[in-house]
């Protein structure tokens, strides 16, 4: 498959099976999160992965959406801020825009395995930090629930055109 074929067969999936992940699968997704790029490599990131029943119900619970409960796993991405890169000029904490990539490698690994995932930005990050029982160093950035499509129709992407994005 191509680069541009696996960008576009990769959608926001808001319905899962009710199907395990494999292990060999989230090793693979997250051996191309490890390898992401970062502003001067300084990789301020952490990662959790949330299996466990009721840990998994618990964390939900900082996105009660219905569609999500179907979500057989799900990875918290989390900034350090204390680690992350500050641009001289400005200040500018880049610790975001790292964790914005590698959340990115994650979606694409994990649609190249057969996998669906979705970007939460809007959750509970409060409610996110006691679940997780975060240090203060660590930001709750992104909620990724991975999963088997409950449905394998590609939904089509309204995206603007070419000239649209452009300058």
């Not at 660590?138 to 449905?151: H, K, S």
Request: proline share 6%; aromatic share 8%; glycine share 2%.
């Amino acid at each position: 498959m191509s680069f541009l074929d696996l960008v576009k067969s990769r959608y926001s999936v808001r319905n899962y099976a009710l199907r395990a992940v494999e292990q060999e699968k989230l090793d693979y997704v997250m051996e191309c999160v490890r390898l992401s790029p970062s502003a001067v490599n300084f990789q301020p990131w952490k990662f959790a992965i949330v299996q466990e029943k009721e840990q998994l119900e618990a964390l939900k619970t900082a996105y009660p959406r219905e569609w999500i409960q179907s979500a057989p796993c799900m990875i918290v991405a989390c900034a350090d801020h204390e680690v992350s890169w500050h641009r001289k000029a400005d200040g500018k904490d880049h610790a975001d825009i790292d964790v914005a990539i590698a959340v990115e490698h994650l979606c694409l690994a994990a649609a190249e395995q057969g996998l669906g995932t979705c970007w939460v930005c809007n959750f509970d990050v409060d409610r996110c930090r006691e679940v997780m029982h975060l240090p203060a160093n660590l930001e709750p950035v992104v909620l990724i629930p991975l999963g088997y499509p409950a449905d394998e129709t590609v939904p089509e992407k309204k995206r603007k055109t070419l000239p649209e994005i452009l300058l």
